[in-house]
């Protein structure tokens, strides 16, 4: 069973809908949850992280954690062509937890179009 | 302006060499990773340092060494037994103590094979 799934898209929407990106996670006692945006041949950069059950909302980015669903997305309202990227999710399992290490999802493309 | 550097940005391999990528940070962060990245797959950890004179393996090790003499630089060498090395190598580093503080990327060195 993959650690963390997300659908690799790629996810078309309208500039200015609201793109929502989902990923599920097998280990259910991970600690801390990271949503990682990738331009093309570029480097993964952190958008946000959440740790508890909930919404936690950052400009027009907003992360849902859900760990009884296992289950964790990012929303982006208002999209902008520049959001277009690979979206990568990343999850710190409970045993890696020592070590600090991050498992990554594939990725989901999202493509917002004018 | 801190951060972390890696180089070259992109290096070229012949069949039998050895070769090593670099990466420096400044940010003061005890941890540090390498990931490598194929075509539309997520981050697979090669190796990982939490500290000075101390690394593990991570799940892809094999073919490749680090070594972690100073606090600020942990290369990364690609030996000739590891057969397909051509990808795309992140080096990430974090604050070691405390699971909620994410991981932060260099801009990566692209490595293919002449």
């Known amino acids: 069973q993959k650690e963390v799934e997300q659908n690799s898209g790629p996810l078309s929407v309208p500039e200015g809908a609201i793109a929502s990106l989902n990923c599920t996670y097998s280990?259910?006692?991970?600690?801390?949850f990271f949503w990682y945006r990738q331009y093309s041949g570029k480097s993964p950069e952190l958008i946000m992280s959440i740790y508890s059950n909930g919404d936690k909302e950052d400009g027009r980015f907003t992360a849902q954690l859900n760990k009884a669903s296992q289950y964790v997305s990012l929303l982006i309202r208002d999209s902008q062509p520049s959001d277009s990227a690979t979206y990568l999710c990343?999850?710190?399992?409970?045993?890696?937890?020592?070590?600090?290490?991050?498992?990554f999802g594939k990725g989901t493309k999202l493509s917002v179009i004018p | 302006d801190g951060g972390i550097t890696q180089s070259p940005k992109y290096l070229f391999r012949k069949e039998g060499q050895n070769v090593t990528l670099s990466c420096e940070q400044n940010l003061n962060h005890d941890a540090m990773y390498w990931y490598r990245q194929d075509p539309g797959q997520g981050l697979r950890l090669i190796y990982y340092?939490?500290?000075?004179?101390?690394?593990q393996k991570g799940d892809i090790a094999e073919g490749y060494s680090v070594s972690r003499e100073k606090k600020e630089s942990f290369p990364l060498t690609v030996t000739s037994a590891q057969k397909n090395p051509t990808a795309f190598y992140l080096c990430?580093?974090?604050?070691?103590?405390?699971?909620?503080?994410?991981?932060?990327f260099g801009d990566g060195t692209r490595l293919s094979i002449l």
């Open positions: 340092s939490q500290i000075v004179n101390d690394f």
């Open positions: 280990d259910r006692g991970s600690q801390s």
């Open positions: 990343a999850v710190n399992p409970s045993v890696r937890a020592g070590s600090y290490q991050l498992t």
């Open positions: 990430a580093s974090k604050v070691r103590d405390g699971v909620n503080q994410p991981q932060h």
